[in-house]
């Protein structure tokens, strides 16, 4: 089992920034992909980041390329996703998620067995 507590979300305005953490715990060594997604109201969940933890491959969502960062501390179990340049569309409930298997695709929701309960970010404009 991991258990995924995502932190960090909070009130900002349009341009700020802010910076999310997940962290692991359990069996964290059997994660091969780490996963950011976000569900804003009324709307599916949408994938926004991913990460391989064995390559640090990352993956974005075009609308979040060059404005967020995703990445890991391994000795902290913990990784972040860094946005900047924060848009009110960027509003929403953020959540983790971590994969046990190295393959598939980093953007489907269906591959994650584990999931966080999420944060609320929301942007003002």
């Known amino acids: 089992q991991v258990q995924l507590v995502e932190s960090g979300g909070g009130l900002v305005q349009a341009g700020g920034s802010l910076r999310l953490s997940c962290a692991a715990s359990?069996?964290?060594?059997?994660?091969?992909?780490m996963g950011w997604f976000r569900q804003a109201p009324g709307k599916e969940r949408e994938f926004v980041a991913a990460?391989?933890?064995?390559?640090?491959?990352?993956y974005y969502v075009d609308s979040v390329k060059g404005r967020f960062t995703i990445s890991r501390d391994n000795a902290k179990n913990t990784v972040y996703l860094q946005m900047n340049s924060l848009k009110p569309e960027d509003t929403a409930v953020y959540y983790c998620?971590?994969?046990?298997?190295?393959?598939?695709?980093?953007?489907?929701?269906?591959?994650?067995?584990?999931w966080g309960q999420g944060t609320q970010v929301t942007v003002s404009s």
């Open positions: 998620a971590a994969d046990r298997s190295p393959i598939g695709t980093p953007s489907d929701p269906a591959r994650y067995d584990y």
């Open positions: 359990g069996r964290t060594f059997s994660s091969y992909v």
């Open positions: 990460i391989r933890l064995r390559s640090d491959i990352t």
